[in-house]
């Protein structure tokens, strides 16, 4: 991330308010500082057919075409998790998908897809460990929640490149939400 050589300035912004995707403090900008276009303004400022400003990389929000496409594919995402055999044999996460209103959850995973993608909307939802930590998930229940995530992503055409910051980002929530190693069996106690 480039530093400016002001003191407290990142990204021409003086620290303030702490951007947790990026882990640093952002908010104004500083007096003098350089400013860096945003996906929004390289936008308006591109003209039909002519290249895009060379200091601004597309964020994966962008990429994936906005907060519309990203819902389109959690509604299949989360339609098809909520009816998994794999995942509903875990009787607490069972209960869990007939007692939340899938409508809510679709919202805050797209505003948490969005959010981590680097689009405008802010995550409003509990953090995850605590909204999964009650549902004991075990290692093969997440491996049967990401064979389902993938599923979707093929199902629409996701690019590679994107489809891997996106399994990056749930990836990245593993740890707080997977909580009980799988049963394996052992040697019989005599």
């Not at 519309?68 to 996460?93: G, H, Q």
């Amino acid at each position: 991330m480039p530093i400016s050589p002001q003191a407290g300035v990142v990204n021409g912004h003086r620290s303030g308010k702490r951007d947790i995707r990026r882990n640093v403090r952002v908010s104004k900008p500083a007096r003098g500082a350089p400013q860096l276009c945003t996906a929004r303004r390289a936008r308006e400022l591109r003209k039909p057919g002519g290249p895009m400003p060379t200091n601004e990389t597309p964020s994966l929000y962008d990429r994936l075409g906005g907060v519309y496409n990203i819902a389109t594919v959690v509604d299949d995402l989360i339609d098809r998790i909520m009816t998994d055999p794999r995942l509903n044999k875990n009787p607490a996460v069972n209960e869990a998908h007939h007692r939340v209103s899938p409508a809510g959850f679709k919202f805050l995973v797209t505003e948490m897809v969005c959010w981590a993608g680097g689009g405008p909307q802010q995550y409003s939802g509990r953090p995850m460990g605590d909204s999964h930590r009650h549902l004991a998930i075990t290692d093969d229940e997440w491996d049967a929640f990401m064979d389902d995530l993938h599923l979707t992503l093929a199902k629409f055409q996701v690019p590679a490149r994107e489809e891997k910051e996106l399994v990056d980002i749930v990836e990245s929530t593993r740890e707080a939400i997977v909580m009980v190693p799988p049963l394996r069996p052992g040697p019989p106690n005599p």
